[in-house]
């Protein structure tokens, strides 16, 4: 800015107060350095509280995790006495004065421990100062009742306190609950008393160095006589707090420093030196600048510098406002005139040159909800002239709801006029933020909750069946895991129970009558089952019963007896009677050294025995019993062992012409070659073959090398005219046994396939049915074997059809002798007769037997009257010697030499 000489000279004739002038540029300096003064002033004071505040909190933090870590500490303590009585149900007041002596050997805050089997105090310690705690009953005491429920129920330690005593005083309580190791069943209740006055010294709460005074309740806004700890006016003195969750009950603990907040910091003086200072020195060249235009009105190029550094002075101070997106108010409460500069019209969301209004104008832009608190705040400052700091929200004309933070100051001029200056900024992202901070918290804590539920529900899901809700195998194998076997007053028993007939349920009713006998059969288990034993379903339909004691062979006798009996009963289901029955095997340990791993393997040993002997019965593990499956387990690694080395081989028996007495064929049966033991019958390992599902194989490889010896033999001349196969129902269901037939040489030989009896032909199935269709397709005939101790009727037979029937050797023994048996022989023979099967007898002894046989007009017989079962070589030398004791006539015509 420049001045004309004509303005130059008019300023040298205008009046005395018009020198006045040049110093308005300082004066606006000095109110806004004063406005800034004041503002930081009051965030000076303000960052001091808040330190005062967040030192006070660390405090309290600290004096917070002394109090965790002292109560955990003493929790932690007493785990190995819970341990123990876990362990020991039946344990004693001098064991358990000796553990408790260990546990306060240690440093602590321990003031005395208790246990109450069945909830009621029986032991303490120290004995002589807590006896009158002795015969409490904690489900008498309301007091003492809930926190105790809530331990049994949680499975876990629940922490009380502070509770009034009955040997006197208050303490906090521990309570653990006890669950017997042996059996899972709840023991009772452990507690330890925490003294409350030397957790206090120890956690630094009353120590003389602690720098705050603290005050605990259970409540965070406590009434009147509810802090049990400290001042109860403390709480309403502006404390930080915070708080202890216990588990049970939660404190909360409020704290100042000794001798109140501390209302400015020491150092207050020295910053407003430097701001006044600093301000000095701002002022000062302006105030000097319009003193130089006063007294030298001809020094115009220094008064252009002055103004130049006045207008550079005050761009900053606008800018520094821009930057820092706050406005500037100035209310004059005589004239009620508010002055608003450009950024706080442009909060307000008034026009840009609306810079002037009324507080009427202000407060009718304040939110509703805040207008009442923001006037009394206001006239506050007004009437006390006390400084101004409020947050309140704004609804703009357009209806936006903005939140604003106002500071503000009381000013006065040297003639007595008050003013109140102040500043105004945008806080609603800030605000906004805080919300979806708190928001977010919750979420986050709902979420842990829902977490720490659902991870409860797997839990227990993963331990439990879900079909019957009993413990499953996962439940069992931790029990076993976790289970003392070297308390020999405390043996245990197992009782495995399996289903029988339970398949047969599922296949004919369907899985879910199948489902609902599982759940009937689980409520009959649960009837006989004890408190103190535990029960667990392992498999379809296998269950587990866990007993102990000192003898507990009696008592598991007993149970598994009592679940034959109940099981035999039918169950009803919708209507529908089932019958399913059980079979049982007990293990009993005799020895510390049996781990329950391998009872329940012995228990599993006795139940197949069960089942061998004809189900519905109970066996116990023996001695006999493990050498026979010692004896199976290493029958079965030789026979796995044979199968790959190739050691089965073909025994021959021939059958007879019952009238010609010619070599009609042979039947060729299974024998091992064992390296060691010699030459092994069926009888030996067809179980063992049948448990590995390796019986198909076994038969396949006696097909192959049996066609094999037919082919041998015509090749030296003699000709078997038949090969009679054994066949299980395993190799008869194999889909693809039609194509491994076909690939075999059977040629123009004759073959026939021996199926059990037992294999039951009531009701076949349609691939069994398709099977021997397709056999006899292929050319293979049909024999029943054993007849006569099986389940086929006339009416399988007719649809069977089957080319033969073989007596069983059981109902050809006694035709010497009874006659009864004669009759029944002769009543079999007739009807194959009349059906067109022929009839093949077995177990001809004597040649008595094949008389008989002959004169009731059995077309073939086989037994040890004629020959024993023999290897190839064996049969050729066998039948030469037999062509030459018959003459050629009685030969048939396919038996000849070549």
């Known amino acids: 800015m420049s001045l004309s000489p004509s303005k130059h000279r008019a300023n040298r004739t205008a009046p005395k107060w018009w020198g006045l002038s040049y110093y308005i540029p300082a004066l606006l300096a000095i109110t806004t350095v004063l406005i800034v003064f004041v503002l930081a002033d009051a965030?000076?004071?303000?960052?001091?509280?808040?330190t005062q505040r967040v030192k006070a909190a660390e405090q309290l933090a600290d004096v917070v995790a002394r109090l965790e870590t002292n109560i955990r500490g003493n929790v932690n303590l007493v785990h190995g006495l819970v341990t123990a009585v876990a362990s020991d149900p039946q344990i004693s007041q001098p064991r358990f004065t000796a553990i408790a002596e260990r546990i306060f050997s240690v440093p602590s805050q321990l003031r005395n421990l208790a246990a109450a089997p069945n909830l009621v105090i029986t032991m303490v310690y120290p004995e002589e100062a807590n006896r009158a705690s002795l015969g409490l009953d904690y489900m008498t005491i309301p007091a003492q009742r809930g926190p105790a429920v809530q331990a049994i129920e949680r499975r876990k330690v629940v922490i009380t306190g502070?509770?009034?005593?009955?040997?006197?005083?208050?303490?906090?309580?521990?309570?653990?609950?006890?669950?017997s190791l042996s059996s899972g069943r709840f023991w009772g209740i452990v507690s330890a008393v925490v003294d409350l006055n030397r957790l206090y010294w120890d956690s630094n709460v009353n120590s003389p160095s602690q720098g705050l005074d603290i005050a605990i309740a259970k409540r965070p806004s406590p009434r009147a006589g509810e802090v049990f700890y400290g001042r109860e006016d403390l709480f309403q003195d502006n404390p930080v707090m915070t708080s202890i969750d216990l588990g049970y009950d939660s404190w909360y603990l409020a704290a100042v420093p000794k001798g109140g907040w501390s209302g400015e910091p020491s150092d207050l003086d020295f910053f407003r030196l430097s701001a006044l200072a600093l301000a000095f020195f701002i002022v000062a060249p302006l105030v000097w600048a319009g003193l130089l235009m006063k007294q030298r009105h001809d020094s115009l190029l220094m008064l252009e510098e002055r103004e130049d550094r006045l207008e550079t002075l005050s761009r900053r101070l606008q800018l520094a406002l821009e930057a820092s997106r706050i406005g500037v108010w100035e209310y004059h409460p005589e004239t009620n005139r508010l002055l608003l500069d450009a950024r706080m019209c442009?909060?307000?969301?008034?026009?840009?040159?609306?810079?002037?209004?009324?507080?009427?104008?202000?407060?009718?832009?304040?939110?509703?909800?805040?207008?009442?608190?923001?006037k009394a705040a206001f006239q506050e400052v007004v009437s006390r002239k006390t400084p101004f700091l409020k947050d309140f929200r704004v609804v703009l004309p357009s209806g936006e709801v903005r939140h604003i933070r106002a500071h503000g100051a009381v000013q006065q001029t040297s003639n007595g006029v008050v003013n109140v200056v102040g500043a105004n900024w945008d806080v609603t992202e800030d605000v906004a933020m805080q919300t979806e901070l708190r928001a977010a918290r919750v979420a986050t804590e709902e979420q842990n909750r829902q977490l720490r539920t659902t991870r409860r529900v797997l839990e227990h899901q993963s331990l439990h069946d879900a079909l019957t809700g009993l413990p499953n195998r996962r439940f069992l194998d931790q029990f076993m895991v976790n289970a003392d076997t070297s308390d020999v007053s405390q043996k245990l028993a197992f009782i495995h129970i399996d289903l029988d007939h339970f398949k047969h349920v599922n296949d004919t009713l369907g899985h879910a009558t199948g489902d609902e006998v599982l759940k009937a059969a689980t409520a009959r288990l649960r009837e006989i089952v004890g408190p103190e034993e535990v029960i667990s379903r392992i498999g379809g339909d296998e269950f587990v019963i866990v007993t102990c004691g000192a003898d507990p062979a009696g008592r598991a006798q007993e149970v598994a007896h009592a679940v034959v009996a109940m099981l035999a009963r039918p169950i009803e289901v919708e209507g529908q009677e089932c019958r399913i029955g059980c079979s049982a095997g007990i293990a009993c340990q005799i020895t510390a050294a049996e781990t329950p791993q391998q009872l329940l393997i012995n228990a599993d040993i006795a139940l197949y025995e069960a089942k061998k002997r004809g189900r519905n019965r109970v066996e116990f593990f023996s001695d006999e019993l493990r050498a026979a499956t010692i004896e199976t387990k290493r029958t079965a690694d030789e026979l796995l062992k044979a199968l790959e080395c190739d050691e089965f081989?073909?025994?021959?028996?021939?059958?007879?012409?019952?009238?010609?007495?010619?070599?009609?064929?042979?039947?060729?049966?299974a024998r091992w070659a064992h390296p060691e033991r010699g030459i092994l019958t069926p009888d030996i390992f067809l179980d063992v073959a049948e448990g590995l599902g390796r019986v198909a194989e076994i038969d396949a490889l006696v097909l192959s090398k049996s066609l094999f010896?037919?082919?041998?033999?015509?090749?030296?001349?003699?000709?078997?005219?038949?090969l009679s196969v054994n066949i299980s129902a395993q190799r008869l269901k194999d889909p693809k046994l039609l194509g491994t037939l076909s690939a075999m040489p059977i040629g123009d030989h004759k073959v026939a396939f021996e199926l059990l009896e037992s294999i039951s032909f009531e009701d076949q199935e349609e691939d069994l049915k398709s099977a021997i269709r397709h056999l006899k397709e292929l050319g293979i005939e049909i024999e029943i074997d054993d007849f006569g101790s099986g389940h086929a009727s006339i009416v399988s037979l007719l649809e069977l059809a089957p080319h033969r029937l073989k007596i069983d050797r059981k109902l050809v023994a006694p035709i010497d002798v009874s006659e009864s048996q004669r009759r029944l022989v002769a009543s079999i023979i007739e009807i194959g007769r009349s059906l067109g099967i022929d009839i093949v007898a077995e177990g001809v002894e004597t040649m008595a037997h094949a008389e008989i046989l002959k004169g009731m007009g059995c077309n073939t017989l086989q037994g040890y009257a004629f020959a024993r079962p023999m290897s190839s070589q064996d049969l050729i030398i066998f039948a030469e010697e037999w062509q030459k004791l018959h003459p050629a006539a009685h030969r048939p015509a396919t038996l000849r030499r070549a």
Do not use: C
């Open 43 to 50: 965030d000076r004071r303000a960052q001091y509280h808040v």
């Open 162 to 179: 502070p509770v009034d005593l009955v040997q006197g005083g208050q303490g906090l309580i521990a309570r653990y609950p006890v669950f």
């Open 346 to 374: 442009d909060l307000y969301g008034q026009p840009a040159d609306k810079s002037e209004g009324s507080l009427k104008d202000w407060f009718d832009a304040v939110h509703p909800d805040d207008l009442n608190e923001t």
């Open 649 to 669: 081989v073909p025994y021959f028996q021939p059958q007879f012409d019952a009238h010609s007495l010619a070599i009609s064929g042979v039947e060729a049966l």
């Open 709 to 722: 010896q037919m082919t041998r033999w015509r090749g030296q001349g003699i000709g078997i005219p038949k």
